[in-house]
DNA sequence: CGCGTTTACGTCGTTCGTAACGATA
DNA sequence: TATCGTTACGAACGACGTAAACGCG
């Protein structure tokens, strides 16, 4: 057995069974990532795959076991990789994150151009998706951190690291008659405009909609998007009232648009950092999670990169400490 | 980075940073040995091992690292290989056993016996030491199974399973005065006797010492020995009252000797099988469980297999559902 | 006949063992 | 000087890539 052949192993599972994928993605022919198959089964006395004639037909029930060590195998190939360079010079690798848009947009912009100051011969990757896409992303390797809002049933894999929390804003435009209030706004005003809003399943079962229903009111949502971007722009053309995250209401858009802050109308969210479990975190990575997660001290990082489970993790974070982010750059500052 | 590096590494730790040692365990070269170490460390561009002038003088930090990782890939690359062996034919392997006395003089022969008649093919090593020696064996690995009783502590990196309890028994001469006593025997009838029975701290912290002392009773302990043969031939001598472990009074002494039941008199012991954690159980190894601890269902036998912590097995086996075992072959029988 | 896998074979790099050398206590 | 690790070198082995054959849809 050689590592050469468990890692042509799961480049052919991860590649659907198609050895010509395989090797190309690993550079190299593919008779050759063929034979090492091959050779494998033999010296196991087993077949890993069914045959369909020639091409590969599924997974045989034995071979899900062995795949599911190689794994772990490769893995901790990687970290013992990853412990020497890091060893060695801590200054130089990649760094690959999937995120939603609103962090990419919003949230990440000051704290990459910090980390890219401070390591500047690492390569960073930016992957922006739905929470599924990143699922997906991370399941198919090559992300070093997911980042990205309640959701946490679709990262059981990952360590997760909740990193602060943030309230909604209402966005409406400059001479809407919401601005003229002279009360704090409630869920029973909004009820009355349309709304325009995420995409309902952002951040676990709709806790918008929870809200608006608790207090026996039915919201007239007329546009749903996933992206903060595309929700101002309809509010600009009077389409409805905005809810935003309140990172998403940028000082920019001040010039033609009112800020309502919502504090409170709705439950507030947590958006965490997620790595997967086992893997070890080269030093700018525990930097990164500090730019990202200001709050945690240098114990407690040192702390979450020793966790070997999420119970660790969250016996380490009290929620309640966790800073609050607000818009209008407030919240970069604070980061950075 | 290969596979037989990290196994030469390994051999390495494993030999007292010995390379000669090492590569004699590993049935090749010493210079072999050498020259893997060093294209591994120019590999990861790290050393591992300190230098004192050419000998090895210690691991380094990183190297630390490095080396529970090796063991971790190591484990999963034997467990890949146990997996396809039991798929190939489950009736051929090895199975090597650490227990105590107690156990293997007196538990273990009817069981291995049987274990032998179904499985002519594996071949099995039996290796007897203090709990403290079982522990010393299992790290210096090559063992599948420890058995043994209490003392939980010393084996936090097994499974353990929980097989079955028994209580003691009291070993006297036949003419003993206390062979004439018409009521049950109590700790009070005991302490008044010399006592030869197991050298204390066996089964944790002495349970036999404080079951006297919580009523106020000092037992007069003049021998003690890790072997209930050796108690038995001085209880023969005349030296004292012994206490032995029921299973080890067998009908063979009653020609000679008076066995008095001590079920009440000391608190139950439970004796355990343990295996690695993360370990795949080849089928032969299970069944060989299922032997020792015939109280488990295929069921709970199949979720045993699964578990991935001490927690989860906890959880499937009640200690009150354990079998008793007496002496006098009646607990062989039950086992076979 | 296209797609994908396997077989065949020549080349090249790696590992291994023996032997000799170097360093340390 | 005994012990242990490294260097040197030739032989055997194994991995890789090209070319060609094979099976299936």
Same mark, same amino acid.
């Given at each position: 057995m050689k590592l050469q052949q468990l890692k042509y192993l799961l480049a052919i599972v991860d590649n659907g069974l198609n050895i010509t994928a395989a090797a190309e993605r690993m550079y190299t022919s593919q008779p050759g990532v063929s034979k090492q198959l091959k050779l494998l089964e033999e010296e196991l006395g087993m077949l890993l795959f069914t045959r369909k004639g020639k091409s590969l037909g599924s997974i045989t029930p034995a071979g899900h076991q062995v795949i599911e060590r190689a794994r772990i195998i490769m893995r901790e190939a990687d970290n013992i990789r990853s412990l020497a360079s890091d060893y060695f010079q801590e200054e130089e690798g990649s760094l690959s994150i999937a995120t939603t848009h609103t962090q990419a947009r919003y949230v990440l912009p000051g704290i990459v151009s910090e980390f890219r100051k401070r390591f500047p011969k690492v390569g960073l990757n930016l992957h922006q998706g739905t929470s599924e896409q990143i699922a997906d992303m991370i399941a198919a390797n090559d992300i070093d951190f997911a980042i990205a809002t309640g959701s946490t049933d679709l990262f059981t894999d990952l360590m997760l690291v909740p990193s602060y929390r943030w309230d909604r804003s209402i966005v409406v435009p400059?001479?809407?008659?919401?601005?003229? *209030?002279?009360r704090k706004i409630t869920l029973g005003d909004l009820a009355k405009y349309p709304l325009v809003t995420?995409?309902?399943?952002?951040?676990?079962?709709s806790s918008l909609k929870r809200a608006f229903a608790d207090e026996g009111l039915e919201p007239d949502v007329v546009f749903t998007a996933r992206d903060a971007d595309v929700i101002k722009t309809y509010v600009r053309m009077g389409l409805g009232v905005g809810i935003v995250?309140?990172?998403?209401?940028?000082?920019?858009?001040k010039k033609d648009l009112q800020v309502i802050d919502a504090e409170g109308l709705f439950p507030r969210s947590t958006t965490w950092i997620g790595y997967r479990k086992n893997a070890v975190l080269r030093r700018y990575m525990v930097d990164f999670i500090h730019l990202f997660?200001?709050? *945690?001290?240098s114990r407690q990082l040192d702390d979450i990169r020793r966790a070997s489970s999420q119970d660790d993790i969250d016996g380490l974070?009290?929620?309640?400490d966790l800073p609050v982010r607000g818009g209008c750059d407030e919240g970069m500052t604070e980061a950075v």
């Open positions: 400059k001479d809407h008659e919401l601005t003229n *209030l002279d995420y995409v309902f399943s952002f951040g676990g079962q995250a309140s990172m998403a209401a940028d000082c920019a858009d997660a200001s709050h *945690l001290t974070i009290q929620t309640s």
